[in-house]
């Protein structure tokens, strides 16, 4: 009895883990990963050796995984110009941080009462910055305004302070909001006396960080990449952005190149300026307006981790 009670015990069976991967699926999803890294590693890395790479050795021989020929003149013609150069990156940090700082406080104020149930008017402000989203008054319209009533022109103002607001951000936000801050915390500081200040700042604004880093990442982008504002309201080199400068800058290298090209008489002259760095200077203007938010990101990636798993539901 005793042998046919031990032959019926079945062994139990470890419980398989849901979330374990088997070992060929992990090593295929580590590959599929390493590929898309390389996608984006390889560019990068063939615009900065173009960069460092001597400007005819681009044009007869194309681009490479190590310049043939070293050299720094796209850098060093980038920066000779010296005062340029250095008043455009100021120009654009100033323009980023300070555009940064207030699209983050306006988009963070203007979406926290349109994710209270208890806000009375959180269909008619929806609709009046999603109204914004469908609808633009044109170019002609914002300059009038800009200019006319703003005086935005010939400002650092008109680098940062038309990228101050999005309402893109706001639906972000408040979706943000809604899903990342229980409303028992609100109620449970309202009932120990906190006003609608103290509750945003000591309670809501910590829990909120994560998109607050987001939206701050975007705004940074934009506004460090912003071209089109300093094109149109800016035409004073004091106040231009380092995007604007260098387009000018490779617009001038285009421009002497195509009239030595066309003028025959003067050879020496033609001979000096087809020594321009044309190829090159374009990616030394990649390298040099990219870097600088590539070198950010990093310090963004915990929130963005955080954003990701603040809402997960533990068991």
């Known amino acids: 009895m005793t042998s046919v009670t031990a032959a019926n ?18 090593t295929l999803w580590h590959i599929v990963f390493i590929l898309g890294c390389l996608c984006v590693l390889i560019p990068l890395w063939i615009v900065i050796i173009a960069s460092l790479t001597e400007n005819t050795i681009l044009t007869t021989q194309g681009y490479g995984f190590w310049p043939d020929k070293f050299s720094t003149s796209a850098y060093e013609f980038m920066f000779t110009g010296g005062a340029s150069i250095l008043t455009a990156y100021r120009n654009t940090i100033i323009a980023t941080v300070a555009g940064v700082i207030l699209c983050t406080i306006t988009v963070g104020l203007y979406a926290y009462p349109l994710s209270r149930p208890d806000f009375r008017f959180t269909t008619f402000f929806t609709f009046f910055s999603f109204f914004t989203m469908v609808f633009n008054a044109g170019t002609v319209a914002n300059f009038m305004v ?22 893109y951000w706001v639906i972000v936000m408040r979706t943000f909001y809604k899903s990342n801050v229980p409303d028992a915390v609100i109620e449970s500081a309202r009932i120990d006396g906190a006003g609608e200040w103290r509750t945003f700042l000591q309670i809501v604004t910590p829990l909120a960080i994560p998109g607050f880093a987001t939206v701050a990442l975007f705004a940074a982008v934009g ?22 400068t260098l387009y000018q800058m490779l617009q001038q290298i285009n421009f002497l190149r195509e009239m030595a090209s066309q003028s025959g008489g003067a050879a020496a002259a033609a001979t000096s300026v087809s020594d321009l760095p044309s190829e090159s200077f374009r990616m030394a203007m990649a390298v040099a307006t990219m870097g600088p938010i590539i070198l950010a990101y990093p310090f963004f990636q915990r929130y963005f981790m955080k954003g990701l798993t603040i809402g997960a539901v533990k068991g």
């Not at 015990?9 to 992990?26: E, H, I, R, W, Y």
């Not at 912003?226 to 952005?241: A, K």
């Open 223 to 244: 506004i460090w990449n912003n071209f089109f504002s300093c094109l149109l309201l800016n035409n004073d080199r004091n106040y231009y952005n380092l995007q604007f």
């Open 9 to 26: 015990k079945t062994v139990p069976k470890k419980n398989k883990d849901m979330n374990q991967l088997s070992v060929a699926a992990n």
């Open 146 to 167: 800009q200019t006319q009533i703003l005086h935005l022109r010939n400002t650092l103002f008109a680098l940062f302070l038309p990228m101050s607001f999005s309402a």
